[in-house]
């Protein structure tokens, strides 16, 4: 199994401050045709996940635009220019190239 | 409203069975590829199997094979996954999506709590 590598762990950000999320994955995300299956997804307490962004970098309508994806290959990151509280929550990656489907073990950020 | 609501969650014996059901309003769910994952108390999401658009195609992550089966009554707008001979790691919150496509799972329900103990 494709193998997804989440750090940090845990990522406590003062507010108003950018936050940054790395993801491995241990065999190439791309297809033939050029598309990337890596999506990132948010849950917040108590709640299912969400999907954040598709393909690497496609934000998902209503997502605030605070949040960018990028990538490529086998390295891909999650970025937020600025943290609100809101955005508390743990954040996965997921790969969607290869049987079976994926997770990372999940980034969990927190408020200083 | 687009919208899963699964159905089905207990408290079941290790090597007991049970049937958990979603049930697919707002779009249109014969044309969707559907999906279980589960969630373990603290861990990140499992994705667990995968059906197609007609139910002719179906795959498994390899700890559920030969137990678990995925179906779907396009009829009834209804995705099922029943699960046999349950142990103890099957326990978790078992949530239904749709796959949009290779894996960007755009719709969830709100998940269904199934435990495995003695």
């Known amino acids: 199994d494709v193998v997804m590598t989440q750090s940090p762990f845990s990522l406590p950000v003062t507010l108003g401050q950018p936050a940054s999320i790395s993801c491995r994955s241990s065999q190439s995300l791309a297809h033939s045709d050029g598309r990337i299956f890596l999506n990132w997804f948010q849950q917040r307490p108590g709640q299912s996940p969400r999907r954040l962004i598709y393909?690497?970098?496609k934000r998902v309508s209503g997502v605030p635009d605070r949040f960018s994806g990028s990538g490529s290959g086998t390295d891909f990151t999650l970025k937020i220019s600025r943290v609100e509280a809101e955005d508390v929550a743990v954040y996965y990656c997921m790969q969607g190239k290869h049987w079976p489907r994926t997770f990372g073990q999940g980034t969990k950020l927190e408020i200083k | 409203e687009v919208q899963l609501v699964e159905s089905g969650g207990n408290l079941v014996q290790p090597g007991g069975s049970l049937r958990l059901s979603c049930v697919a309003s707002?779009?249109?769910?014969?044309?969707?590829?559907m999906t279980w994952v589960r969630q373990a108390p603290g861990k990140e999401p499992e994705w667990v199997a995968i059906i197609n658009e007609d139910g002719s195609g179906r795959n498994y992550v390899d700890s559920v094979k030969g137990r678990f089966i995925v179906s779907r009554d396009n009829a009834k707008n209804s995705l099922y996954l029943q699960m046999n001979s349950l142990t103890v790691g099957d326990t978790a919150v078992y949530y239904c999506?749709?796959?949009?496509?290779?894996?960007?799972?755009?719709?969830w329900g709100q998940g269904t709590k199934v435990t495995v103990s003695s």
């Open positions: 393909e690497v970098s």
């Open positions: 707002g779009f249109t769910f014969s044309s969707s590829w």
């Open positions: 999506a749709r796959d949009r496509d290779w894996g960007d799972l755009d719709i």
